[in-house]
């Protein structure tokens, strides 16, 4: 197959005494390395990979009738960077393309059943020069990571490509061919070689130089603004505080796209109708890895029913991010009705601080966000981006206007700190500070004798009482608050933001409005909004917050007074250590590395980056995704046993805070031994069940002294006369030194003496169990057998119990797995969808954990997830099996979106009784069952085994459900 490839390729006659650029003075001028693809800065490190030698000389595969077929001498290779290869074809003297033909036979997998089948057997690529035109043929397509470029120059023809060599059948070495003859053909006036099978050089790196020569920066924009514009910059400075740009500090922005409006000539789609008109693009820097973009429209931006994208190719690389539309796209940003989202495609661009901060602004959307972006060698900045705007309605398909692909080419990084980003609520408000609380803030305000006022017994209007909270349900809904004391005091109100929305909340004190505060982050976290000046107040005066309109999860939370605004303090690196997750937890690093999590505390929420290396170097660096206040940085494949040293680094804005360097032993601490050699401990089981009850499992959380036992396998336990009961023994939290804290028992309690005994030290090694759990992997699911029962659970219908048989007899089979009614009378069930997680948790002789979790999905499709776990007991005819829901992932976190449940049950069919319906009802009203189902705690609803009564408790979000003694399900009854 011939591809035409007129754009990639390049062919140029240049005589050796060209005294074009050279800036790295290797024979090759600038202009033609970048075509090619190779640096300009570095001179390649050709090694000679064939020798053809001088025709007459002692060149032995020169053609019999060769008279003007030039002459090749030499064949070299260099690496360019990554995958990029460079061939080199030199001859007796200067090349001339005009009347001659030469090709360059490779077969890039050293392999002869690729490619051509005919002569020259194996070739995958041809490249050829034809009478001063060059091309290449693919006979294999697809080996090729980007466009072929050659040229050549005084008595040497260039290739250069983008290969996967020395990877196929010859590791490390590269196989061609070369044909140079006469134009028209005539092979026999010809210099050519056999098939070459040569030694690659090494990789140089892992960076391939640009393609073609720098752009330059595109013209600055001359910009006015309207309002209030301290630098002149043309962009007002309440959008410069959103943006995280410096008011002070003027910020030149690059006109990088013109692309008309409609009555200027651009041309619009046929469909367009009402969508934004693009005009204009601006980018620039704003201080360090901040870059500001401005879009400008025909006519004032009416965003309401429109949408407006920024794909962003920040790297300059198609063969980066998004791969299937707008191909290269690192980072697509989106103004959507006024609310601003990105679409990350590729995180190795994004900075510290990962949030999109945008401005609407009357004929333009601005963007701001920190990026490593691709610099070219004048030290520009040099992208690619792509406008898209959208009627969002969905009876408007195709009305809309785009740009074409462009070049983003402004100055460089400016060496300036960044301002730090406020909360966007901010600048919506009026009247008020608007911040995040933080850690410690409730303090804080202790410390200044601020006055609550009291949210549970306010008079209100349109709204409701929530855990001590506030929830407007109307439009214009009111809380009324008298002030408890006199003098100057500032009003302050935490409100949990919603997840969609922005909630508006006008304040007034005396009848006065003195603030209006707009909660805009959309997050469903928690914001602090604080009266900027302090108020003159008397005792009993009226404190009214006035709620424009109700939104999910919108709530007014305190009300508070105090003496002068709140301060968040500065950054502050606390408890500073690494952890290794012992061998004996789920997830321990094995084998000779390891994995360390660096643990750390701030009490404000800030990324975290962890310099670290081997010894005393801090060569090598790991950061957090998002900023928080619990940090936890992993490190992996660290040496096990090895010493490393790290050092924190905080950011946020032009502040900072670095931690003292630590240094660590990659390796969990573990006590050579126990530090006690014989301990007994006694333990009783307490039942709260009233009559008798059958051998039923227990597993409890035991604590032992720091030091005295080293492992979980120095334990034993003993029943009634001394004997040795059958338990497992696992550590669930380990002391500082490693010794075991706290150490579960499990076993399965036969009923009669509750009094047991455990005994652990140095001198007790734990028997071993016989006849335990085995767990088989299936192509279906896993099946878990004990000594008394077989479950089958599938990975694709998760329906538990599944199929349980015992002694070779089916005794219960899951139906539709979990089932769940909302108060809409929708229908929803685990079995509907796989789970998403399906695996054993925790594995042992006496007790087996499965864990699963996935979406209950049903008549409004998915509605909430759950979690279960299924615990098999040796010596256990029955499966204790807890349900958690879980709450739906989304922007809203704290606290999550409710949903209001009217049932959950758990259908199951039994085999005396085929076709008829069994299940585990919740029902908290009549609820019963022993201690070890944590009957103390009153959030947690009961279980009962009765007939089908309906949740009465249906904000409960927790479900604990047993399933009785197997045995007894082989009568007809309800559970």
């Given at each position: 197959m011939?591809?035409s490839i ?31 693809g ?25 053609a019999?009738k060769?008279k003007?077929g ?8 260099a ?16 090349y ?7 090709v ?5 997998d ?13 070739t ?12 290449v043929s ?5 080996l090729?990571a980007?466009?072929?470029r ?20 010859l ?10 003859h006469v134009?028209?053909?005539a ?8 098939w ?6 090494a990789?140089s790196?892992?960076r ?7 752009v ?6 001359e ?5 209030p ?17 410096d ?26 109708k ?15 890895d901040?870059?500001v973009?401005?879009v400008d ?29 707008a191909p290269g ?6 103004c ?10 590729n995180a190795?661009?994004l900075g ?22 691709n ?5 520009n900045?040099e ?10 309605a969905?009876?408007q ?6 740009t074409i692909w462009f ?9 300036l700190?960044k301002?730090?980003v406020g ?13 995040k ?13 601020a006055?609550h006022?009291?949210?549970i ?10 855990n ?6 109307e ?12 003098g100057?005091?500032h ?11 922005r909630?508006e909340?006008?304040?007034?004190v005396?009848?006065?409005?003195v ?5 805009a ?9 604080t ?24 709530r ?6 105090t ?9 502050e690196i606390r ?14 690093s ?9 643990c750390?505390?701030?009490l404000?929420?800030?990324d975290?980056?962890v ?11 790991a ?5 928080t206040?619990?940090h936890?940085v ?36 573990r006590?050579?031994a126990?530090?006690?050699?014989r ?8 039942d ?16 032992i ?7 979980a396998?120095?334990?034993?336990l003993?029943?009634a ?5 059958d338990?497992q ?9 490693g ?26 090694a734990?028997?071993a ?6 767990v ?8 878990v057998t ?11 219908r998760?329906?538990?119990p599944?199929?349980v ?14 089932v769940?009614?909302d ?6 069930a ?14 042992g ?16 499709q ?14 256990f005819?029955?499966?204790p099996?807890?349900?958690?829901l ?28 085929a076709?008829?319906?069994r ?12 201690g ?10 009961r279980?009962a ?5 309906g ?22 009854r309800?559970?």
């Amino acid at each position: 197959m011939r591809t035409s490839i007129t754009a990639a390729l390049i062919f140029a006659l240049i005589s050796g005494a060209c005294y074009a650029q050279d800036r790295d003075s290797d024979g090759l001028p600038d202009a033609i390395e970048y075509q090619l693809g190779s640096d300009v800065g570095v001179v390649e490190q050709f090694e000679l990979i064939y020798h053809d030698g001088v025709i007459g000389e002692d060149d032995q595969t020169v053609a019999a009738k060769h008279k003007d077929g030039q002459d090749v001498v030499d064949i070299f290779a260099a690496s360019v960077g990554a995958d990029r290869w460079l061939f080199k074809v030199t001859f007796a003297q200067d090349y001339v393309g005009e009347g001659h033909v030469f090709v360059f036979y490779l077969d890039v997998d050293c392999d002869e059943a690729t490619g051509r089948q005919d002569a020259n057997v194996g070739t995958d690529l041809m490249y050829s020069q034809n009478s001063g035109g060059f091309g290449v043929s693919e006979k294999t397509p697809g080996l090729r990571a980007g466009p072929a470029r050659m040229a050549a120059v005084g008595n040497a023809i260039y290739i250069c490509d983008d290969l996967a060599l020395g990877e196929g059948m010859l590791p490390g070495q590269v196989k061609f061919r070369i044909l140079s003859h006469v134009a028209p053909p005539a092979s026999a006036d010809s210099d050519s070689s056999d098939w070459v099978i040569a030694d690659l050089p090494a990789v140089s790196g892992d960076r391939k130089p640009r393609i073609g020569a720098p752009v330059p920066p595109a013209p600055l924009a001359e910009l006015t603004a309207d309002r209030p514009d301290a630098d002149s910059d043309g962009i007002p400075d309440d959008v410069e505080l959103v943006l995280g740009m410096d008011p002070e500090t003027a910020d030149p922005l690059h006109l990088v796209h013109d692309d008309l409006s409609a009555t200027e000539g651009d041309q619009m789609s046929a469909a367009w109708k009402l969508a934004p008109d693009v005009t204009r693009v601006y980018f620039g820097n704003v201080a360090q890895d901040r870059w500001v973009f401005r879009v400008d429209f025909a006519d004032a931006l009416n965003i309401l029913g429109n949408r407006v994208m920024l794909y962003f190719d920040a790297d300059n690389d198609v063969n980066t991010g998004r791969r299937e539309g707008a191909p290269g796209t690192d980072v697509r940003f989106i103004c959507s009705e006024g609310s601003f989202n990105a679409v990350i495609r590729n995180a190795s661009v994004l900075g510290r601080d990962r949030d999109l901060r945008g401005f609407v602004d009357e004929q333009s959307v601005y963007f701001s966000m920190d990026l490593s972006l691709n610099h070219n060698e004048e030290g520009n900045a040099e992208c690619r981006g792509y406008i898209l705007c959208q009627r969002s309605a969905p009876d408007q398909p195709g009305d809309g206007d785009a740009t074409i692909w462009f070049p983003l080419v402004g100055g460089g990084e400016r060496d300036l700190p960044k301002s730090r980003v406020g909360v966007f609520s901010q600048f919506l408000s009026e009247g008020v500070v608007a911040q995040k609380p933080w850690l410690g803030w409730r303090e804080q305000i202790g410390a200044m004798g601020a006055s609550h006022l009291d949210m549970i017994a306010a008079p209100i209007s349109g709204m409701k009482h929530f855990n001590g909270a506030v929830e407007p349900f109307e439009d214009g809904a009111t809380v009324t608050l008298t002030s408890p004391i006199d003098g100057d005091q500032h009003v302050n109100v935490l409100i949990q933001d919603s997840a969609i929305g922005r909630e508006e909340v006008a304040v007034s004190v005396a009848g006065t409005q003195v603030a209006r505060l707009v909660a805009a982050q959309d997050t469903g976290d928690l914001y602090l909004f604080t009266t900027k000046s302090p108020l003159t107040m008397k005792k009993g005066d009226v404190i009214e917050l006035v709620a424009k309109e109700p939104a999910q999860d919108f709530r007014i939370c305190e009300v508070f007074l105090t003496p002068s605004v709140l301060e968040p303090p500065p950054i502050e690196i606390r408890n500073l250590s690494t952890w290794v997750r012992p061998g004996c937890l789920p997830g321990a690093s094995t084998g000779e590395t390891v994995d360390v999590d660096v643990c750390f505390l701030t009490l404000r929420a800030v990324d975290g980056v962890v310099r670290w290396g081997r010894g005393d170097a801090l060569d090598q660096q790991a950061a957090e995704e998002k900023p928080t206040h619990n940090h936890r940085v992993r490190l992996t494949g660290l040496t096990r046993g090895e010493s490393y040293s790290l050092q924190v680094l905080c950011r946020e804005g032009s502040e900072e805070a670095t931690s003292e360097v630590l240094r660590f032993v990659a390796d969990e601490v573990r006590p050579a031994a126990c530090s006690v050699q014989r301990k007994q401990v006694a333990l009783s089981v307490s039942d709260l069940l009233e009559g008798g009850r059958p051998a039923w499992p227990v597993s409890g959380g035991i604590p032992i002294a720091q030091g005295e036992l080293a492992s979980a396998d120095k334990c034993r336990l003993l029943g009634a006369g001394g004997r040795v009961v059958d338990a497992q023994f696992d550590q669930l939290a380990p002391w500082p030194d490693g010794s075991v804290k706290w150490l579960l028992v499990s076993l399965v309690h036969e009923g009669a003496s509750p009094d047991y005994m455990l005994e652990y030290g140095e001198a007790v090694a734990t028997p071993a169990v016989t006849g335990g759990i085995a767990v088989e992997q299936t192509d279906a699911g896993m099946v878990v057998t004990t000594d008394v029962l077989r479950a089958e659970l599938s990975r694709e219908r998760f329906a538990p119990p599944g199929t349980v048989t015992i002694d070779g007899q089916t005794v219960v089979t899951g139906d539709e797995g979990f089932v769940l009614v909302d108060d809409e009378g929708n229908r929803y069930a685990s079995a509907d969808a796989p789970p998403t997680r399906f695996e054993i948790e925790e594995a042992g002789p006496v007790r087996t954990v499965v864990r699963v979790e996935g979406p209950i999905t049903g008549d409004a499709q998915q509605g909430l997830r759950y979690r279960c776990r299924m615990y098999f007991y040796r010596g256990f005819a029955g499966i204790p099996t807890q349900i958690s829901l879980l709450v739906q992932e989304g922007k809203s976190g704290f606290p999550p979106t409710l949903s209001r449940i009217k049932s959950l049950t758990w259908p199951m069919v039994g085999a005396a009784d085929a076709g008829a319906s069994r299940w585990v009802q919740d029902d908290v009203s009549e609820g019963f069952l022993a201690g070890w189902l944590n009957h103390h705690r009153r959030d947690i609803p009961r279980v009962a085994c009765r007939p089908v009564r309906g949740i009465h408790r249906p904000e409960a979000a927790h479900h604990e459900l047993l399933l009785a003694s197997l045995r007894q399900l082989s009568a007809p009854r309800r559970y």
